[in-house]
């Protein structure tokens, strides 16, 4: 199977509550869903597991209306739980191997890459996507370690032929250089949570990606 057919998401947004300014998570879900996202991660940092649980299950009632995947972020009890579509695991989490032992039901383990030697390892090879994490600094997450950039991604495109998902102060204008340095899917956070009307700048972003 193809890189394409494996992974066909140009568009993946990273939702998390904190960063929806005051608007119903839910909400910014559905309309980014109608702008053009392909699929969803939650990502609550902060939540307890209860609260984590319940907003899961809300955005899997609108995830599967739209028949697009959820990705949980971090936390494997909670994918299963909520019967997600995969998850997305950082160098700090519980690693994929041990997600593919523990949930043989899981379609995408998505996994961010930090390091050139990343690329080498049993854990990346088990991954159905990496996500290379930051391509550019972000005030979003600042507990990053390497700011690929372009140069990177083109580094790491020779290195691996897994869908490369990249992150990290991405926009519309931006958007292209790094699809064009090989990145395969883009994945944000602020440039729809953030934006004044997220259905507009998926819209737009999406538009910018078909171009
Ligand atoms: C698509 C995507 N790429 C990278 C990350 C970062 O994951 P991680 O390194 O585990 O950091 P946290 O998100 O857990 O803070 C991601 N979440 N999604
Ligand atoms: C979750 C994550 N992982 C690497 S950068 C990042 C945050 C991206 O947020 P933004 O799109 O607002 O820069
Ligand atoms: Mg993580």
């Known amino acids: 199977m193809n890189k394409q057919s494996r992974f066909p998401y140009k568009l993946y947004l990273v939702l998390s509550e904190a960063d929806c300014k005051g608007r119903h998570f839910l909400k910014v879900a559905e309309e980014s869903i109608i702008g053009g996202v392909d699929l969803i991660q939650l990502r609550e940092k902060n939540d307890d597991l209860e609260t984590f649980i ?53 379609a995408y383990v998505g ?10 390892t049993e854990e990346t090879a088990v991954s159905d996507y990496l996500g290379i994490s930051p391509v550019f600094k972000t005030p979003t ?24 998902v990249a992150i990290g ?21 602020s440039a729809i949570c953030g934006a004044p009307n997220p259905q507009k700048a998926a819209y737009q972003l999406k538009n910018e990606l078909l171009k």
């Open 54 to 106: 319940r907003k899961a299950l809300q955005l899997k009632e609108i995830t599967d209306n739209y028949e697009i995947p959820l990705i949980i972020n971090d936390n494997l009890e909670i994918a299963k739980k909520v019967n997600a579509t995969g998850i997305h695991v950082g160098t700090h989490d519980i690693p994929p191997v041990a997600i593919r032992e523990l949930w043989c039901n899981a």
């Open 169 to 189: 102060n991405l926009d519309v204008h931006n958007i292209k250089s790094v699809i064009d340095a090989g990145a395969d899917c883009i994945a944000v956070v």
């Open 141 to 164: 997450k600042t507990d990053t370690i390497t700011e690929w950039g372009l140069d990177g991604i083109r580094t790491i495109r020779k290195l691996t032929d897994k869908p490369l």
């Open 111 to 120: 996994y961010s890459i930090e390091h050139l030697e990343q690329l080498d």
